[in-house]
């Protein structure tokens, strides 16, 4: 998902539009990494991180839910069967080939090293030799060229995706399509899932470029990408056909409408403000009259600092703030989507809209009450209100340079 290469996050931000505009309201957003909770909250820091459905960490041994982050405890008891930490520190502590990976790493059903990479398969035949005559039933997964993880034989991130899958289907809820995608060995489980669709990004490490040679090659749901990290979940989504696979990002003309829906009337309305204050669009008086045609002449906007101002006098301030951040790191994405329809034509809209200048954040909770144009969606969208209130530590210094 996420491109350390990249550092303007052009292609987790074009996954970002395009899931927030048509994937958040009826699909389910689950990140699924090796990194334990306090690494993956350390990456949500640095990178313009959607908020997941569901986050499974620690190489599949811990599954969460929605951003408190509620631990599956059904899923906990399931690992404590033929599960004793004790007994894989005493025998891992046998070989010097281990090298102890931080605490942070090491988790109730995980433990973590790292193994030089010519060492690598003799040292997890012979562990896993000594823990089953010690009676566990454990998985070693070795992946990323260097890390080694130890965990219960029902753990992975494979096996947590199948219990999710089978918890779903017993509430009725099985999805109608599920994508996969990887990069490491510890994924290669992931594409092992029945009925799965899943897609190796074109990034992928040579340790599942391998399983897949061995095992899938010849399974069409399985695709090696030709695009890196996110953009390869793009070019996945087209390759199966699975929905909408063009970015708002990607679309250049603000007057296109393609699938309009509150969704994505309020993803494109935020991309023009960054375009606009990076000076990436025309600044003229079309545009800003675009702009204003697409709000109700009354309609409020309360600043999260309380001041009450029309949108029409937002937008007229906006006009003094164009290529303000030309040049600099400045991007601006939503998440968290919810949009609810109260009458006929009328929705409202909740969402955590985020700003980032170089390495600062901010963020406010948003509601905007906006209505289909001659109550049809495909005419496209007035915005009748706006509010936002600062979200905790994320408040800017200097509000008089939050606009919207």
């Not at 009826?26 to 990140?31: I, M, Q, R």
């Not at 009354?298 to 906006?318: F, N, Q």
């Amino acid at each position: 998902m996420v491109d350390h290469h990249d550092a303007e996050n052009v292609s987790l931000l074009r996954f970002n539009a395009l899931w927030e505009a048509y994937y958040r309201h009826d699909s389910l957003l689950v990140f699924s990494t090796g990194r334990s909770p306090t690494l993956y909250k350390q990456l949500r820091k640095e990178k313009p991180m959607l908020t997941p459905d569901i986050t499974i960490m620690s190489v599949g041994t811990e599954i969460t839910y929605g951003d408190s982050m509620v631990p599956d405890d059904g899923w906990v008891e399931f690992l404590n069967q033929k599960w004793d930490r004790n007994i894989v520190r005493e025998e891992t502590n046998k070989f010097s080939e281990l090298t102890l990976q931080a605490e942070t790493e090491q988790r109730p059903h995980k433990v973590s090293f790292y193994v030089d990479k010519n060492k690598a398969h003799a040292v997890t035949k012979e562990l896993s030799e000594r823990l089953g005559k010690r009676g566990l039933d454990v998985k070693i997964i070795y992946s990323g060229g260097m890390d080694l993880d130890i965990l219960p034989q029902g753990a992975g991130k494979g096996q947590a995706l199948a219990y999710l899958l089978k918890k779903f289907t017993s509430e009725g809820k099985r999805p109608a399509n599920t994508l996969v995608c990887g990069d490491s060995g510890n994924d290669a489980e992931l594409f092992s899932i029945p009925e799965v669709f899943g897609v190796m990004v074109s990034n992928a490490q040579e340790e599942l470029l391998q399983w897949h040679a061995e095992n899938a090659k010849n399974n069409p749901k399985i695709i090696h990408a030709t695009e890196r990290c996110a953009a390869g979940i793009i070019q996945a989504i087209g390759h199966f056909n699975l929905g909408p696979n063009t970015s708002p990002r990607d679309v250049t003309d603000f007057e296109e409408r393609i699938l309009e829906n509150p969704g994505h009337e309020v993803v494109k309305f935020y991309l023009f403000y960054e375009r606009w204050r990076r000076a990436e669009i025309e600044n003229c008086e079309t545009n800003m009259s675009s702009l204003k045609a697409s709000c109700d002449a009354s309609a409020v906007s309360v600043h999260p600092s309380g001041v009450e101002k029309t949108l029409h006098e937002r937008i007229h301030e906006l006009k003094g703030w164009y290529g303000d951040k030309q040049g600099k790191k400045f991007r601006v994405w939503v998440d968290r989507l919810l949009s609810m329809q109260i009458g006929s034509s009328t929705f409202l809209v909740n969402f955590n809209k985020w700003e980032q200048c170089g390495d600062e954040r901010y963020c406010c909770a948003t509601t905007v009450k906006i209505s289909a144009k001659e109550g049809d969606a495909s005419h496209g969208f007035t915005w009748m209100h706006v509010q936002q209130t600062w979200l905790e530590g994320l408040k800017m210094k200097d509000q008089s340079a939050w606009l919207f």
